[in-house]
């Protein structure tokens, strides 16, 4: 069953966290996206969430998730701090921020990744992430460490939530394909591990 763990009282209104116990292994949301690398330093990686542990409902009109009617996207920024090679394994290491914003208003696609940022910020982190590419293959990983520097409460069905906490650190784990003609530059799909959802409770709870 459920539990429900009160973690901190905000503006007077119980705030607590629903999952299971062991939040650091538990998959916090999943996401589907592409990249997009403007100049040899800066890399883009933005798309959506197809699953958020603790929101029923991600998408803004019936019918299964996607970039079009997703209601959680993503947008990081980052700038590369250094490649190292190894064989056939390429190691590149970036720092820089990641947003989550909360688009209502859908109709998103990949052509343009500026759809990606158009909803309103969530969600806010700075992040390191390292990328190990097997160049033989194209194939990679990327592991992401983030640690959120502003959350803003956003509503879903009468419902108030936060995308976790200030100060909180969680990871990312993304597997990717690079594409032969770009752009984008690869396709990727991941998850983040730990427990973010809030969500602030009626008077009635």
Do not use: W
């Not at 690398?37 to 299964?64: E, F, H, K």
């Amino acid at each position: 069953m459920k539990r429900r763990y009160l973690v901190a009282l905000l503006c007077g209104a119980a705030f607590i966290l629903e999952g299971q116990p062991g939040p650091a292994r538990e998959i916090a949301f999943e996401l589907v996206g592409e990249v997009l690398n403007p100049t040899a330093t800066q890399s883009i990686q933005y798309g959506y969430l197809n699953a958020v542990n603790g929101i029923d409902r991600i998408t803004s009109q019936s019918g299964p998730v996607s970039e079009a009617n997703a209601l959680f996207t993503f947008y990081n920024d980052t700038t590369t701090q250094q490649v190292i090679n190894n064989g056939p394994m390429r190691v590149i290491d970036r720092t820089g921020t990641s947003t989550i914003y909360l688009d209502t208003a859908g109709n998103n696609n990949f052509a343009t990744q500026d759809n990606f940022r158009k909803g309103t910020a969530i969600h806010v982190a700075t992040l390191r992430h390292q990328v190990v590419i097997d160049t033989s293959s194209g194939y990679f990983t990327a592991t992401f460490e983030n640690t959120i520097t502003d959350s803003k409460s956003f509503q879903i069905d009468g419902k108030t939530y936060y995308l976790g906490r200030p100060g909180q650190v969680y990871r990312i784990t993304v597997f990717g394909h690079l594409t032969t003609q770009g752009p984008p530059a690869a396709n990727i799909a991941g998850l983040a591990s730990g427990l973010l959802v809030n969500v602030v409770p009626d008077q009635g709870e």
